[in-house]
Structure formats: structure tokens, C-alpha cells
């Protein structure tokens, strides 16, 4: 499946996968396929099993933390603009990342590659190393429990974004506090 054709159809089958199942981690391949306006078959045809499907999920938030991690060029700059940087590109991974944050599913599911050490993760040590060198991360803040912030941060914004906040208002509440959070 490598046309061009076949591409779009699996990624639009994986956005509308992403979209229905942070909304209801128990809605069908059916939801799934309805999203994406293609048959039940199509999706089938792509995703024999739902495993398969929620694999491919987890494959392609990986690659869109990657992704999002370069577009925020963390050796440029102060490592406190650049740490805000990589909080705004994961922020507009929304409901991606959401996905796999969802407790039902990641207590059903295994997500391959997770708990891997990647170059995102590797990058971001490297970044958060340079900002305590900078003095503009708080010392007695760990690697570790700043990423964890990030992360509880961002999840926060996008549960704002869920009941109702604006997209803007959750990204500058999460920056906020992201920069008096990690601050000396």
C-alpha cells in the first residue's frame, strides 16, 4: 500500500482513529471508519485487527513527537525559549497525544516504542541540562520530573481545550506555568 491514494487513505484513517478514540476510547472501527468517510472494509483492509490500528497510533505519535520536536530546534537559542518551543509544537499534537494518555486504553494496550529511550527524549535531556548550565531551569528540578511537568501540563491544556477553553487561552495558561514552574 505505498500509492499515493493508499497513503492518504491510511492517514486519514489514523487522524480520524486519533480524533473518535480520544473522545471515546471504546467507540468501534465503525466510528473510526465514519470518521475518516471510508468504508468499514477500507479500514479492514489497512487494519485487519484492532491492535493493528491502535499499534499504528502509537507508531505514528512517535513520529509526530519527533517530528514536532525538530520543528522546535532545541539548540537554538536559550533553553528556556527553546523548552517553550517544544511545548507549543506538542501542544498542537492535541489530540494525538491525548490518545495516549487515555487510561483506558494504555491499561489495554501496549504502545511499541514507548518506553524506548528515543532521540526526542534524549534531546530534551540534552535541553534540559543546558538550561540548568544556563541558569534557567531550578537546579533541584530533575530531567525527569520536568519532562513529567511538560507532559502534566500538557495534558491539562488539552483537557481546557475539551470543556470548553479556547486553544489559545489552554497554550498561554500551559506556557504560563510552564516558565514559572521550571524557573530557579
Not at 497525544?97 to 504502545?111: D, I, P, R, V, Y
Not at 534531546?123 to 531551569?137: K, S
Request: hydrophobic letters at 40%; a negative charge; charged letters at 25%.
Amino acid at each position: 500500500m505505498g500509492t499515493g491514494t493508499s497513503n492518504r487513505t491510511r492517514r486519514a484513517i489514523l487522524e480520524a482513529a486519533a480524533t473518535v478514540l480520544a473522545k471515546n476510547p471504546k467507540a468501534s472501527l465503525g466510528d473510526v471508519a465514519a470518521a475518516a468517510e471510508v468504508g468499514r472494509t477500507t479500514v479492514h483492509r489497512y487494519f485487519p485487527e484492532r491492535s493493528d490500528l491502535m499499534q499504528a497510533l502509537g507508531t505514528d505519535v512517535l513520529e509526530k513527537v519527533a517530528a514536532a520536536t525538530d520543528r522546535a530546534h532545541t539548540e537554538d537559542g536559550p533553553a528556556a525559549a527553546a523548552l517553550e518551543r517544544v511545548c507549543q509544537e506538542f501542544f498542537e499534537l492535541g489530540e494525538a497525544l491525548t490518545l495516549m494518555f487515555e487510561e483506558s486504553l494504555a491499561a489495554t494496550w501496549q504502545w511499541e516504542g514507548w518506553e524506548d529511550e528515543t532521540e526526542t527524549s534524549r534531546e530534551l535531556a540534552r535541553l534540559i541540562d543546558r538550561g540548568h548550565a544556563e541558569g534557567a531551569f531550578d537546579t533541584g528540578l530533575d530531567q525527569d520530573w520536568i519532562i513529567q511537568i511538560l507532559w502534566s501540563l500538557l495534558y491539562a491544556a488539552w483537557q481546557r481545550t475539551r470543556v470548553g477553553g479556547t486553544k489559545h487561552e489552554a497554550l498561554t495558561l500551559c506556557l504560563r506555568t510552564l516558565r514559572k514552574t521550571v524557573s530557579p
